[in-house]
C-alpha cells in the first residue's frame, strides 16, 4: 500500500477544489452568455422615437435589366446569391412624425463588403471601393453615423449602394435609427461584443500561446537532441492558441495582407488547425501518444487540412460552395467521434483535467451548433459568435494543465534534487570514511617508513661501527684508542639518528647548529680550531624531511672525513647565500687526498682514500638534487654543497638590496 505525505494530499485536495470551483466559474459563465441579448438590434430601447428598419427596396446592379424588389432585412448576400459577387442598392425610406430639434444616430449592425450611405441625397459616408470586388473588407464591426437637425425631415430616405464579394458575408442588417442618446448605447455595446471582446481573445490567446511555447522551448528534451521531441503538449497548445489568433484577427482587419482569396484560406486553416491542435493536446494530456490512435489522428488531421485548403480554393477563388460545405460535414464528422471517444475515456479516467476538457468540448459544442443555426438558419446576420468567447475556456484549461504541469515538473526536479543531495551526501560520508582509512594507512605507512628508516641507520651506521670495534677487539692487534674511536662513532651515529626525528625540513641552519652540538667533544679532543660562519638562512621548502636527513648525514661524513683522515688544525664550516644558491663550504688546512671520479660508472681508484665515503656524498647529493664540489691538496681541502634557492626568498633579496625599487 502506497503512503502519500499529508502535504501531497493536501495539495491534491486543493487542486480538486480549485479545478471544480473552475467548472463552476465556467458553467455560470456560459450560462450567462447565453442568456445575455448581445444580438442586435434586438433589446433597443422601448421609445417611440426609436426605430427598427426592416423594410428595403433592393436594386441589383448586375442584373440587365436591373429589378427592383422589396425584401426584409437583414439581407444575406450568400444565403441569396451563393458563390456570387455583385452590386447592390438598398433604399430605406422612413417617416419621423415631428423632426428632431436634436441629433439623431444611424445605428448600422453590419453592411458589406465596400458600402456609400446616402441620406436624403447627401453622401454621409463612403467605405471602401465599391466598383473594385476582392479587396478590403468594412463589414466587420459595426457602424454608428450622426445625423443632423437640419439633414433630417418627416420623409427621409436612406440609400446603401453595397458592394458585396461572393463567400465573405457580405449583405445589410436592419438598421436603427433615434436620438444620439438613445441609439449609441446600443452601437457601443455591440462594440465592446465584436471589437474590444476579440481584443482581449486575442490578447489572452497570445498570452497563452506564449505560455506554453516558453515552456516547451525551455523543456528538456525527452527522446532525443531534435527540437520536436520536447514536450509535445506545450507544442500542441501553443500551435493551437497561434492558430485561434490568427483565425480571430480576421473580425479586425479591413485590409488584409495577403489580399483575398489568400487571407480567407490561411484564416479558414487556421481555424481548422486550431481544432486539430486541440485534439492533439487532448491526446498528449491523457497520454495516448504512443497508441495507434494518436497516429491515426495525425494522418486525419493532415487531410483534413489539405482538403481544407482545397476546398476553401475552391470556394472563395471559383465560387464552389458545395465544396467548402461538404468539407464542413466532414470536419465537423470527425471532431464529433473524436469528441465521443474523448468523452468515452475521460468518463473512466480519474484524471480531473480530462473531465474538465471534456466539459469545455462540450460547451464548445453547443456554442458552435448555436452559431451554425444562427448564421446559415436563422435570420442573425449581425449576432456576435457565441464561439469566439466559449473558445476562451480552452484557453483557460491549457493555462491552468500547463501551470500544473510546470509545478509537477517543479516538483520532480525537487524530487530529484533532493535524491541527488541525499546521494552526494551518503557518498561524502564514504568518502569522509575512507579519507579516514586512508589518513589512518597513511600515518601507519609514515610510522612504519619511520621505523624502517631508524632501522637503516642504526644498520648502516650504528650498526657498522659497532661491528668494526668488534672486530677490532677480536683481532687484538688494534689499539685501545682506536676502539675507543669505533664506539665514539657508533654513538654519535646514534644521537644523529635519534636527532633526525625532530629536524625541521629544509632548515639548514639549525641543521649545522645540531651538528655543532654533538660533535663539540670531537673538536676539543682533536684540537681541531674551529671557524664558524654560518649565516641564518630561511628554510629550504623543496626539502622534505627525507632530504633534510641526507644533508645531515652527508655534513657528518664529510666533518668525520676530516676527523679520521686531515690530521688538519683548523676547520672552515661556511653557510650563506650566492645568488640562486645557497653555499655550504667546509675547508680544512689537513694533508689532502686524491679526489676519486665520483660518478656512478666509474671504478674506484686504488688506494684511495676515502673513496666509498665520497661515492656516498656524492650519491645522496643526488637524491636531494644539490651539487658536490671536492678540491683537495695538501694544506688544503675544500667540499662544497650547493643547494637552489627558492625565488620568493629571491625576490625577497632583491627588494633588500634595492629598497628604492617598488
Known sequence: MKVQAPEQ????????????????????????LFMADVRSPSGTPENAQVQVLTQAH?????????????????????????????????????????????????????????????????????KGNVHNPGNEDFGKLPQYILLTPDAIAQDNLLTFKVRADASRQA?????????????????????????????????????????????????PVQTGPFWWERRSLYLYAAL???????????????????????????????????GSFLGLFCIALADWGRTLLMRRYVWCTLLVAVWCVVASWRFYAHGAPLTLQVWYVAYALCCTVFVMYFAWRARRAPVLFHRLMLWVIGLNLLAALHDVLSYRMGD?????????????????????????????AQQQARD????????????????????????????????????????????????????????????????QEDILSSLRESMEQLKLSIDAINLSPGDVSTLLANLRYRLAPRFAASDLQLHWDVALMEPLPYLDSAATR???????????????????????????????????????????????DLSASAPPLPGARAGKGLRSLAMRAGMIGATLNIHSQAGCTRQEIRLRRPATERRHKAREASPMQP
Open 171 to 219: 449583405g445589410l442588417s436592419s438598421l436603427v435609427v433615434g436620438p444620439d442618446v438613445l441609439v449609441a448605447g446600443l452601437y457601443e455595446r455591440d462594440m465592446l461584443w465584436r471589437q474590444t471582446g476579440t481584443l482581449v481573445v486575442i490578447t489572452f490567446s497570445l498570452f497563452v500561446g506564449a505560455l506554453a511555447a516558453a515552456l516547451w522551448w525551455t523543456s
Open 416 to 479: 530529484i534534487n533532493f535524491t541527488l543531495a541525499a546521494r552526494v551526501a551518503e557518498k561524502e560520508q564514504a568518502l569522509a570514511l575512507s579519507y579516514q582509512k586512508l589518513e589512518r594507512l597513511a600515518r601507519e605507512q609514515a610510522r612504519t617508513a619511520e621505523r624502517s628508516r631508524i632501522l637503516r641507520d642504526m644498520h648502516d651506521g650504528v650498526g657498522a661501527h659497532l661491528s668494526a670495534a668488534i672486530r677490532q677487539v677480536q683481532s687484538g692487534r688494534v689499539s
Open 58 to 126: 433592393l436594386t441589383l446592379l448586375a442584373d440587365a435589366p436591373q429589378t427592383r424588389t422589396s425584401v426584409s432585412l437583414p439581407y444575406v448576400w450568400d444565403r441569396e446569391h451563393p458563390g456570387e459577387s455583385g452590386w447592390a442598392v438598398f433604399q430605406i425610406p422612413f417617416r419621423i412624425e415631428e423632426v428632431p430639434y436634436g441629433t439623431y444616430g444611424l445605428y448600422i449592425p453590419r453592411v458589406g463588403n465596400a458600402y456609400q450611405v446616402v441620406f436624403n441625397n447627401k453622401l454621409l459616408v463612403s
Open 240 to 274: 493551437a492558441q497561434l492558430c485561434w489568433v490568427i483565425g480571430q484577427s480576421d473580425y479586425l482587419v479591413e485590409h488584409p495582407w495577403p489580399s483575398w482569396p489568400w487571407w480567407g484560406l490561411i484564416t479558414n486553416l487556421a481555424r481548422t488547425l486550431w
Open 550 to 596: 641526507h644533508l645531515q648525514f652527508m655534513v657528518y661524513e664529510a666533518l668525520s672525513n676530516v676527523f679520521q683522515h686531515a690530521r688538519a688544525s683548523s676547520l672552515h664550516i661556511t653557510l650563506r647565500a650566492e645568488g640562486e644558491e645557497v653555499l655550504l663550504r667546509m675547508e680544512d688546512n689537513g694533508v689532502g687526498f686524491v679526489v676519486p
Open 9 to 32: 494530499v493536501g495539495a491534491r485536495a486543493g487542486w480538486r477544489s480549485g479545478l471544480q470551483g473552475l467548472g463552476v466559474l465556467l458553467l455560470v459563465l456560459v450560462a450567462w
Open 380 to 408: 442573425a446576420y449581425s449576432a456576435v459568435s457565441y464561439l469566439r468567447y466559449t473558445s476562451t475556456l480552452f484557453g483557460l484549461v491549457i493555462s491552468v494543465v500547463v501551470i500544473r504541469q510546470f509545478q509537477l
